[in-house]
């Protein structure tokens, strides 16, 4: 089953706007990261907030963590045609040395 | 990633068949594992390994098998391709010296149809 929830699972808006994705999960976890892919391509790393880490900024990416919720949310800030892409959470769970991954939410940023 | 190769890139394949995806990487990692993603279904662990004689079973490794050949190397076989094993194939690799991190890199992914 998967571990991560994310919500939207579509999210489409207009260029400049900001773009916020939620994902929640079920067990412990080291840390949690989120990926982006592309259409049909493989999956390219953006960020990683540990357990112990509440926020966390990357350029235009705000990622926080809520542990007592089991939740977290990746912020992308003044939204570019080039950010049209899937955005997956994944959950380092503790001491198993595996990713899991969110079904992902579909992030369309219209010109 | 182009330190982690996929071949082939793409297949298509009949019911019965036995094929093999190969992954390769240069990145000198420890860690390789092998997912599929199927849509809205995210990505799914098929199987992993810690080194070359650490083969672990992921979340959905029936009608799977993998051979760890060498650190660089992680190869996945279906047996008897089914239909239903219709879905994009990624391998990814992570370093065990990051343990608490535990980023992976991907491949470009294999594209596998079974008619």
């Known amino acids: 089953s998967q571990q991560g929830e994310e919500d939207p699972q579509a999210l489409s808006i207009q260029e400049g706007e900001n773009a916020t994705m939620n994902c929640s999960y079920k067990?412990?976890?080291?840390?949690l990261q989120w990926y982006r892919q592309n259409s049909g391509r493989g999956l390219v790393h953006l960020i990683l907030?540990?357990?112990?880490?509440r926020e966390k900024h990357s350029g235009r990416l705000r990622v926080t963590l809520d542990t007592s919720k089991k939740s977290s949310s990746l912020l992308i800030t003044a939204s570019r045609a080039a950010d049209t892409a899937s955005y997956f959470c994944?959950?380092?769970?503790?001491?198993?040395?595996?990713?899991?991954f969110g079904q992902g939410t579909t992030l369309q940023v219209k010109p | 990633d182009a330190d982690v190769t996929q071949t082939p890139r793409n297949r298509i394949t009949k019911t019965g068949k036995r094929i093999m995806l190969e992954c390769s990487q240069t990145?000198?990692?420890?860690?390789m594992y092998w997912y599929r993603q199927d849509p809205g279904l995210g990505l799914r662990l098929i199987y992993y390994?810690?080194?070359?004689?650490?083969?672990n079973k992921g979340e959905i490794s029936d009608g799977y098998s993998v051979s760890r050949q060498a650190q660089a190397k992680f190869s996945l076989s279906l047996e008897s391709a089914i239909p239903n094993q219709t879905a994009l194939y990624f391998c990814?690799?992570?370093?065990?010296?990051?343990?608490?991190?535990?980023?992976?890199?991907f491949g470009p992914g294999t594209r596998l149809t079974v008619l």
């Open positions: 990814a690799t992570s370093d065990r010296t990051a343990l608490l991190y535990n980023e992976q890199f």
């Open positions: 907030i540990r357990s112990n880490e």
């Open positions: 994944a959950t380092d769970v503790s001491n198993t040395g595996k990713l899991i």
């Open positions: 390994s810690f080194d070359v004689k650490d083969i």
């Open positions: 067990t412990s976890i080291n840390n």
């Open positions: 990145k000198g990692h420890d860690r």
